[in-house]
């Protein structure tokens, strides 16, 4: 499978926990983007990669989400103590240069 | 800032028939791109189409359409002959610079289709 590749697909933690979920893009592009999404909303802009640099952060991501690309391909995001408001779909995207965005599976974040 | 409209929660359509689903959007820039993912209850996005700003004629992929009104600020999805798996949740989404930027989504449209 060439596509996005998310991991894990569902996780369940207890509110409190760290959690860190990984992205593998499609291999030749260069740009990697997390999104968030809750029920009965469209997806929010989280964070954006261009090779290994993080170029943009959204307000959204407050100080207990850190998100990294250390080499350019794969991605991590974590998310410190988490909370209940945390639970949502986590979607990765990765796009080439000039055309349009391609999505992974999603990891479904629940916080008890 | 840019924002996208859907005010369509659900649509239902009987199969083969079609379907429009709409989409309003508001922005200030001059060059943008406009998308329509489809979202199956797993979850993932799924690319349908994209419309850039400057261009002059629709975009067709299969039986996906988009019917663009730059002046209404519109870009509708026309979905032709649906079919039992066109069930889904459907996203309307924008960027700047016609695509090459982060996406703005509208909340979306559930669509289910019946025998």
């Known amino acids: 499978d060439t596509g996005v590749s998310q991991d894990p697909r569902h996780k369940i933690t207890k509110r409190g926990q760290n959690v860190t979920f990984r992205c593998d893009p499609i291999?030749?592009?260069?740009?990697l983007y997390w999104y968030r999404q809750t029920l009965g909303q469209g997806p929010e802009f989280l964070t954006y990669?261009?090779?290994?640099?993080?170029?943009?952060k959204s307000r959204l991501l407050s100080d207990r989400f850190s998100a990294e690309r250390p080499k350019g391909s794969f991605s991590t995001l974590e998310i410190q103590r988490t909370e209940q408001g945390d639970s949502a779909m986590y979607l990765c995207a990765s796009s080439p240069r000039l055309q349009g965005t391609f999505f992974g599976q999603g990891t479904r974040l629940t916080v008890v | 800032a840019q924002k996208i409209t859907q005010t369509q929660p659900g649509m239902f359509v009987q199969e083969k028939e079609a379907v429009t689903l709409d989409c309003t959007y508001d922005t200030s820039d001059q060059s943008y791109g406009l998308f329509w993912y489809k979202q199956p209850s797993s979850g993932e996005m799924i690319f349908l189409i994209y419309q850039g700003s400057y261009d002059e004629q629709n975009a067709t992929e299969g039986r996906y359409s988009l019917n663009f009104q730059k002046a209404r600020k519109s870009a509708n999805l026309v979905i032709s002959a649906s079919q039992l798996g066109d069930s889904a949740m459907y996203v309307c989404?924008?960027?700047?610079?016609?695509?090459?930027?982060?996406?703005?989504f509208g909340k979306g449209t559930m669509l289910l289709v019946s025998p």
């Open positions: 989404a924008m960027t700047q610079n016609s695509g090459y930027s982060t996406l703005t």
């Open positions: 990669f261009q090779n290994e640099a993080q170029l943009e």
């Open positions: 291999s030749e592009h260069n740009r």
